[in-house]
C-alpha cells in the first residue's frame, strides 16, 4: 500500500503569497499576482537560472589517470551529443540543472548504449512526469504511466537523505532541516504530496484491488492519523511523485513569508548576485573577482562535484569527467592576465600554454620579437606587476 498524495496542513496555508502561483483549488481560482509576488518568483527564477547557465555552459573535460598524472583526452560522443544530435551537452545540463533545483531530481530514459554497456544517448524527460516506486527495496520508476526498471533510467539527485530514493529540492532539504520529522520517509511522502490540490488526498494500493467497504475503511484510518498528527503504518512498497513537489516548495516559501534573500539562500545563490537588495554591500569591479571565487567555492562548486562525479559514470574507468571551473573567472580580463603571468613566471605554465590561453599563436613572430628588444633592452627589470604580485 503507499500514500500517494496527502492534504496540505493548514498551518502550511498561512502567511504571505505564494512565491509559485498554485494549481487551481477546488471551488476558487488563483489569486492575483501582486508586485511583491512577482519580485519574489522572480528571485527564485533567477537563482535557477544563473545556477544552470553557469554550470551548462562551463567547459567539460576528461582525462585519463595514469599513476599520479592525468592526461587529457577526447570526449566521447555522449558528452557531445548527450540527448542525441539535436540536443548537444551544454543544453542538456541546463535542463537537467533546472529539475535538479527545482524538485532535487533529474530523470532521462537511455535509449541507447555503447558496446560496453555504458548509456550512449539520454533522453531527458520532466521530472514532474516520473514516479519512483520503492517495493522491498528494489527502485523502479514510472513516466506516464510507462514502467521502467532502474538500469534503463538516468537519475540524477542531489540533498539526499537516509533511506530516501529520491533527492530534495533546495527548499525541499530547508524544510527538512527546520522540521522534526519521525523519519525521512514520512517527511518525503508529505513533501511530495503537498502540491496535490484536486483531490485534496489519494490512497492508493499497488498490490491489489480492494472494495468500497475497505477502501472507507483505509480511508478512515488515514484521516484520523493524519489529522491526529500521528505516524500512518503503510508497509514496504513507496511511491514518490515529482509533479507536486515543486508547489510543496512554494507552499513552504509561503508559511514562512519569505522574502528575495531568503528565497536566494535556500538555492545558495547571494542575494547581490540576481540584484535581490542587500542592505550595506556594495560590490565593486576591483572585488568582482573576489566575489566570483567566493561564489565558486562556497555555493557552486558541491552541486559541480555531485555532477562530475555523475557524468562520470557514462565515460570508461580509468577515465573521469572534470569541469573546468576557470570559466567563471575568464570574464574579468584583468585578472585572468595576472593568473597567467603569475604561472609564467612561476614556471607553472610556458609562455606558449598562456597566449593558447588567450587564442593567440603559440609563439612570437620575429618581428615581435624585435619590438620587444626596443622597449625592453637587455637588462631592463621586470615590474612587479607583471609577474603577478597584487601589491
Known sequence: MSLFFTRARPDQQRGADNIIPSRLRPGGSNKNVSSDDALRQSAVWAAIRLRADLISTLPVDVFREVGKQQIEVDKPPVLVDTGGPDVQLEEWLYSSQVDLDRVGNAFGTIVEKDSLGKPARIDLVQAKNVTVVSKKGVISYRINGTKYDR????????????????????????????????????????????????????????????????????????K?????????????????????????????????????????????????????????????????????????????????????????????????????????????????????IAEVAGRVRAPSEARTVLNLPPKFTADQLDEFAVLFPKGTPVPPAQIGATS
Open 151 to 222: 538500469d534503463e533510467i538516468w537519475h540524477e539527485k542531489q540533498f539526499t537523505l537516509p533511506g530516501l530514493a529520491v533527492g530534495l529540492s533546495p527548499v525541499a532539504n530547508a524544510a527538512w532541516s527546520l522540521g522534526i520529522y519521525q523519519s525521512a520517509q514520512d517527511f518525503a511522502l508529505e513533501w511530495f504530496a503537498n502540491g496535490a490540490q484536486i483531490p485534496g488526498g489519494v490512497l492508493k494500493n499497488i498490490s491489489q484491488t480492494i472494495d468500497n467497504e475497505a477502501a472507507d475503511a483505509v480511508k478512515e484510518r488515514f
Open 224 to 340: 484520523a492519523a493524519v489529522q491526529g498528527r500521528d505516524v500512518f503504518v503503510t508497509g514496504k512498497d513507496w511511491e514518490y511523485n515529482m509533479e507536486s513537489a515543486h508547489t510543496a516548495d512554494a507552499q513552504f516559501l509561503q508559511a514562512q513569508q519569505a522574502s528575495d534573500r531568503d528565497a536566494t539562500r535556500y538555492f545558495g545563490v547571494p542575494g547581490d548576485l540576481v540584484d535581490a537588495p542587500v542592505q550595506g554591500s556594495s560590490i565593486t569591479y576591483a572585488n568582482i573577482t573576489e566575489r566570483n571565487l567566493q561564489f565558486l567555492i562556497m555555493h557552486l562548486n558541491p552541486a559541480l562535484r555531485r555532477r562530475e562525479k555523475a557524468l562520470t559514470r557514462l565515460v570508461h574507468e580509468p577515465r573521469k569527467v572534470k569541469f573546468n571551473r576557470g570559466g567563471i573567472l575568464e570574464l574579468d580580463p584583468a585578472a585572468s592576465s595576472k593568473v597567467l
